[in-house]
C-alpha cells in the first residue's frame, strides 16, 4: 500500500498544481494576448495591412483577400455582376470604389460579410456581400 498512497500524493500536487495556474489564467493576471498577425479567409489584421504601408486599401485586398473584389458568382442580373459593397464604420459607402480612397494606414481590420450576413447586419441590396473596413479612429 505504500506505493499506493505515494502515488495519490503525487498526483494530488499535480491535480492542485493545475487548479491553481488554470484561476491565475481566467483572473486575468496573466500575460495579455497579442494582436494576431493573420486574419482568416474573411478578416484582414493590422499586422497584414503594415505590409501595405502608405498604399490604398484596394491595393492590399488586391493581394491578400482577391475573391472579396471578384464578381459574386451566379448573380448575373440582367447582364450585370454583382460586386461587394463597403461599408467604413458602420456607415455604407458605397461600391468597391470606396477602397481606393482609403489608406491602409488608417485601417485597423477589413472583414468580408457573405450576402446573407450582410443582409442579416445592413438590410436587403448586399447581393455580392460587404467588405466592412473598422478604421482605426473608429474604434
Known amino acids: 500500500m505504500p506505493f499506493r498512497s505515494g502515488t495519490l500524493l503525487v498526483l494530488g500536487l499535480v491535480l492542485s498544481a493545475c487548479s491553481s495556474s488554470a484561476g491565475a489564467s481566467l483572473s486575468g493576471g496573466g500575460p495579455r494576448a497579442e494582436a494576431p498577425t493573420r486574419g482568416n479567409s474573411s478578416l484582414i489584421v493590422r499586422a497584414e495591412l503594415d505590409n501595405f504601408q502608405g498604399l490604398s486599401a484596394w491595393e492590399a485586398v488586391d493581394v491578400l483577400r482577391?475573391?472579396?473584389?471578384s464578381p459574386r458568382r451566379g448573380t448575373n442580373f440582367g447582364g450585370s455582376s454583382v460586386y461587394a459593397n463597403v461599408v467604413v464604420d458602420g456607415t455604407v459607402r458605397g461600391t468597391l470604389g470606396e477602397l481606393n480612397r482609403l489608406n491602409v494606414d488608417n485601417i485597423e481590420t477589413m472583414r468580408y460579410?457573405?450576402?446573407a450576413d450582410a443582409t442579416t447586419k445592413y438590410g436587403t441590396g448586399f447581393l455580392g456581400g460587404v467588405i466592412e473596413v473598422s478604421t482605426i479612429r473608429g474604434r
Do not use: A, D, G
Open 66 to 69: 482577391r475573391r472579396w473584389t
Open 113 to 115: 460579410l457573405n450576402p
